[in-house]
Nanobody
Framework: QVQLAESGGGLVQAGDSLRLSCAAS????????MGWFRQAPGKEREFVAA????????KYADSVKGRFTISRDNAKNTIYLQMNSLKSEDTAVYYC?????????????????WGQGTQVTVSS
C-alpha cells in the first residue's frame, strides 16, 4: 500500500510563490497518474492538477492554469506543484492522491491513498 506525504505549505502574501512536494512510500507510483486537490474551509475538495505516469500529460483546473505547474520525478517517487502568483482564493489544505490510471483524470473519485495535506495560506 502506498503512503503519501505532502509538504511545502506555508503562509505567504498574494503574488508570492510556493512549491509543494508529495513523496510516496511503500511502493512505486511511477506507473500511475497522480494529482493535487485542495479543500478550503466549508468547501468540498476540488481538483487542482494531475499528471500522467510518465509526466507528459497534465491537466489543470481553469482557476490555476498559467499559474501552477505540476511535475514529477519518478526516480524520487515524488510529485511537485509549483504555485506562482498566488491569490487569497488559493488558500486551502492541499492534498495529493494517486490514481489507478496512467493518464490523469480530473475526477476526485478516481484518486486515493490521500496524504495528510499541507496548509497553504495566502494573505491579501
Amino acid at each position: 500500500q502506498v503512503q503519501l506525504a505532502e509538504s511545502g505549505g506555508g503562509l505567504v502574501q498574494a503574488g508570492d510563490s510556493l512549491r509543494l512536494s508529495c513523496a510516496a512510500s511503500g511502493r512505486t507510483v511511477s506507473y500511475y497518474a497522480m494529482g493535487w486537490f485542495r479543500q478550503a474551509p466549508g468547501k468540498e475538495r476540488e481538483f487542482v492538477a494531475a499528471i500522467s505516469s510518465g509526466g507528459r500529460t497534465t491537466k489543470y483546473a481553469d482557476s490555476v492554469k498559467g499559474r501552477f505547474t505540476i511535475s514529477r520525478d519518478n526516480a524520487k517517487n515524488t510529485i511537485y506543484l509549483q504555485m506562482n502568483s498566488l491569490k487569497s482564493e488559493d488558500t486551502a489544505v492541499y492534498y495529493c492522491g494517486v490514481s489507478v490510471y496512467s493518464l490523469p483524470p480530473a475526477d476526485l473519485t478516481k484518486f486515493g491513498s490521500w496524504g495528510q495535506g499541507t496548509q497553504v495560506t495566502v494573505s491579501s
